[in-house]
T-cell receptor, first 112, second 114 residues
Framework: NAGVTQTPKFRVLKTGQSMTLLCAQD?????MYWYRQDPGMGLRLIHY???????AKGEVPDGYNVSRLKKQNFLLGLESAAPSQTSVYFC???????????FGPGTRLLVL | EDKVVQSPLSLVVHEGDTVTLNCSYE??????LLWYKQEKKAPTFLFML????IEKKSGRLSSILDKKELFSILNITATQTGDSAIYLC??????????????FGKGTKLTVNP
């Protein structure tokens, strides 16, 4: 099992560009999450999904969109990147909300 | 506004010492409290606590929750250099709309010197 994988590992964008971060899990988990981590801020939940075809807002959803067309994939989109979105993005998945969340290795995004 | 506060923000100890990390929280509709260890990259799950007074233990690590006083502690005994990491506390709660939310503290950076 690969667990949770994220692509790309690192990306540089110019302000206004768009991109999609891909998260994939092979554990048949229902729940998937996107977090961002910034220095001194801890992890903050952006969006999450409770199953295929569903999405929900987290703590900091503005400027991001997500989709869960297939159970194993959770996509995070930035329609018009801003420097404030420079961060490290982590994806996680869990079988149930009250069970262990397994994290991917992270994607480092720099918006110039 | 929901918040999770961890203390201390950083801690430096010697191998063999025992450390206690603190996490206090103020949230509406508390569901659970989670502890994570973050080394170089992604956090790894340590404990989930939902009931007061019941200690969870894994090797040299243990944790307990006090839902009356709204805090949790994470203890590490006989520390080793491999325990050096950032320890994150997160609280799961229900937001106003009834959906789940996970609120993280800023973490405690633990450095264990040989």
């Amino acid at each position: 099992n690969a667990g949770v994988t994220q692509t790309p590992k690192f990306r540089v964008l110019k302000t206004g560009q768009s991109m999609t971060l891909l998260c994939a899990q092979d554990m048949n988990h229902e729940y998937m999450y996107w977090y961002r981590q910034d220095p001194g801020m801890g992890l903050r939940l952006i969006h999450y999904s409770v199953g295929e075809g569903t999405t929900a807002k987290g703590e900091v959803p503005d400027g991001y969109n997500v989709s869960r067309l297939k159970k194993q994939n959770f996509l995070l989109g930035l329609e018009s990147a801003a420097p404030s979105q420079t961060s490290v993005y982590f994806c996680a998945s869990s079988r149930r909300l009250d069970e262990t969340q397994y994290f991917g290795p992270g994607t480092r995004l720099l918006v110039l | 506004e929901d918040k999770v506060v961890q203390s201390p923000l950083s801690l430096v100890v010697h191998e063999g010492d025992t450390v206690t990390l603190n996490c206090s929280y103020e949230v509406t509709n508390f569901r659970s409290l989670l502890w994570y260890k973050q080394e170089k990259k992604a956090p790894t799950f340590l404990f989930m606590l939902t009931s007061s007074g019941i200690e969870k233990k894994s090797g040299r690590l243990s944790s307990i929750l006090d839902k009356k006083e709204l805090f949790s502690i994470l203890n590490i005994t006989a520390t080793q250099t491999g325990d050096s990491a950032i320890y994150l506390c997160a609280v799961e709660a229900l937001s106003k709309g009834g959906s789940e939310k996970l609120v993280f503290g800023k973490g405690t950076k633990l450095t264990v010197n040989p």
